[in-house]
């Protein structure tokens, strides 16, 4: 198999994968796993050129793949972050009580992280909007320490105890969804979302 031969064939594949499917991901996928195709029969039958032809085809393809997953993960966060907003704000008009603080993120620069400090093994992001789980859960931290606050050391003491402790320990923690950042550096990096196999037709009729 000739190197011309080998970029054909990758030429072909991803021209027929961006027909076969709507979407560039899915086109960007279908293109990795035919360029892995081609290696794998490269190595098997191929020179020492083919062999180099098809794996620097793979290593486009899978940067393709990365960038346009790595999109898609910062605009749905967006998206997410935009409709909790807008649901929390509704919620808070109905409330005639004032908010000390004007957003979440005001009130995380002002309040909490001058405040709440832990060790190396705690993990955050300075990036923390572009992760869904994190914008989510500290939009209700804010939210629900406003309201409490009004109640006085009883409130700010239930807000830590039933709030605070429990979501800040699961956004720092280890596992979570900061595992890939970096507080100092501030590198950052998503956690792929978990995907779902499409349920049987019928099942929930």
């Known amino acids: 198999m000739s190197e011309t031969t080998t970029n054909d064939q990758t030429t072909s594949d ?12 899915q086109a960007a996928e279908q293109e990795l796993r035919a360029a892995q195709a081609v290696l794998d029969g490269a190595i ?10 098809a794996q620097d085809a793979l290593d486009r393809a899978q940067g393709k793949v990365d960038a346009l ?6 605009a749905d966060a967006e998206a997410y972050a935009t409709t909790v907003t807008d649901d929390l704000e509704q919620a808070a008009a109905a409330d005639d009580r004032p908010m000390l603080y004007a957003t979440s993120a005001d009130w995380l620069t002002g309040y909490l992280l001058p405040m709440w400090r832990r060790g ?3 993990r955050w992001c300075t990036k ?3 992760h869904a789980e994190a914008y989510t859960r500290i939009e209700a931290l804010w939210r629900t320490w406003e309201a409490l606050r009004y109640e006085g050391p009883l409130g700010i003491a239930t807000w830590l105890l039933t709030y605070a402790d429990p979501l800040m320990h699961q956004l720092t923690a280890p596992t979570g969804p900061f595992r890939k950042c970096h507080p100092i550096t501030g590198e950052h990096d998503q956690l792929p979302p978990w995907t779902v196999e499409p349920p049987p037709e019928g099942i929930f009729t």
Request: hydrophobic share 45%.
């Open 128 to 130: 923390w909007w572009l």
């Open 120 to 122: 190396p093994e705690a």
């Open 69 to 74: 997953r790595a999109g898609a993960i910062e």
């Open 44 to 53: 098997a039958t191929g020179s020492s050129a083919d062999v180099l032809a």
């Open 14 to 25: 991803e021209a027929a994968s961006q027909e076969a499917t709507g979407s560039p991901l």
